[in-house]
């Protein structure tokens, strides 16, 4: 998902709508067979705290809007600042034949000075919550630091709607292949096939008011980086990083989700997205103000979000003293923080009513791992 203070939250729908159906999810079923303690000791693997195919990836903080980093393709290599975004599954930078303004302003991969490059030239249009991109296939050997995925098909864009102005290049996605463009393969999938690391995770530490310090790990995890133990929570379908949630809570009250309800875990958005109608209740309850947004955002992902134009001021003065909205997960409560701008948005009923997006500003706060072997996602206070 690809929405940088509005959700960087990016999706592949290929000309098609995703209508979100409410369905059982894993940890109901087995809850209801009382197999969800056996089912969560079995599948506790330990997570390599040491291991030499563990790869720590540094992302830029830009002004707590989104974390990029920066990638090669080609040979010889051509470097972009991309996003590393867990909402979509595709990577895409723009082409030489882009010329629209977006393309512009963004450094451009150049296919004809590199000796690697293949040009399968499927086209391809992939649908952001905050833009477009239109384009062709190509293949080509992608470098993230010191990982280097082979043959590696990604996007050239040849025309953009939406990323005017936005600090990076491109995307990276880091979801499931089931919603890559075209069924192209997307890079963890090609770097896991190709050996590069043993455990098949990926793990974010985002840092707070500070352009460094920001990293991603592929292969491993890094204990420095978060406190306590990691809780597991099973994915609610192969596709997306989506989890259950039980209820969302204020000073001892549910405030939305009182019957459970999804949310995608997206490092490619800014804020913490859902329907304008349960947003507005939260909002009133910070007594929030609505003024015009200043702030252009970006979306990158699955599920699609209306642009906003105002954001909703809570008075600095208070704060400190407001009580946190809370995020009740597999039993477990995740305060989020409260700040002057509020970190909570509407403008996703047109796909799903109480659908939620827990983008970085929910992150920032904690330490999130990605564990494709198990289908799962493990949280931790970050340090």
């Known amino acids: 998902f690809l929405i940088v203070s509005s959700p960087l939250f990016l999706v592949v729908i290929l000309g098609e709508s995703l209508p979100l159906r409410k369905m ?5 079923t087995l809850r209801e067979k009382t197999l969800l303690n056996n089912f969560l000791e079995e599948h506790a693997y330990r997570l390599s705290n040491s291991d030499s195919k563990t790869a720590t990836h540094p992302l830029r903080n830009y002004l707590d809007n989104c974390y990029m980093g920066n990638i090669t393709i080609g040979t010889p290599p051509q470097e ?25 302003t963004h450094i451009s991969f150049n296919y004809q000075n590199s000796s690697t490059f293949e040009k399968p030239g499927q ?8 833009g477009i991109i239109q384009g062709f296939l190509g293949s080509d050997t992608v470098r993230i630091g010191n990982l280097g995925s082979l043959k590696q098909s990604f996007g050239l864009s040849e025309v953009e709607y939406g990323f005017d102005g936005a600090p ?10 089931s919603i890559s463009s075209k069924g192209a393969i997307p890079v963890f999938d090609n770097l896991w096939s190709q050996g590069a690391f043993s455990e098949p995770v990926f793990a974010f530490y985002l840092s707070k008011s500070k352009p460094e310090g920001s990293v991603v790990m592929f292969g ?29 809570s204020m000073n001892g009250s549910i405030v939305a989700c009182s019957h459970g309800c999804q949310a995608f875990v997206d490092t490619g958005t800014s804020l913490i997205y859902s329907s304008t109608d349960l947003v507005t209740n939260i909002n009133k309850l910070l007594n929030a103000r609505l003024e015009d947004s200043e702030v252009k955002g970006h979306a990158t992902g699955s599920l699609p979000v209306s642009p906003h134009n105002k954001d ?3 008075s600095c003065d208070a704060v400190k003293t407001l009580p946190p909205v809370i995020f009740n997960i597999s039993g477990i409560d995740y305060p989020a923080q409260n700040f002057c701008l509020s970190i909570f948005h509407g403008g996703t009923e047109t796909s799903s ?9 929910f992150l920032r706060q904690y ?5 494709r072997r198990n289908d799962r996602i493990g949280l931790a206070p970050a340090v």
């Not at 994915?235 to 039980?246: G, K, Y």
């Open 220 to 248: 491993g995890v890094d204990r420095r980086f978060y406190k306590g133990e990691l809780n597991w929570v099973p994915v609610s379908q192969p596709r997306h990083w989506l989890i259950s949630m039980n209820h969302i």
């Open 353 to 361: 009513p109480e659908t939620w997006i827990l983008g970085d500003v």
């Open 168 to 177: 990076f290049d491109g995307v990276l996605g880091l979801a499931f292949p």
């Open 312 to 314: 909703s001021l809570v």
């Open 24 to 28: 059982k999810t894993l940890r109901e």
């Open 80 to 104: 972009f600042r991309v996003i590393f975004d867990a909402g979509s599954a595709d990577l895409w930078v723009p082409s030489i034949s882009c010329v629209n303004e977006a393309c512009r």
């Open 123 to 130: 086209p391809i249009t992939v649908y952001y919550g905050s």
């Open 367 to 371: 330490f999130s791992v990605f564990d």
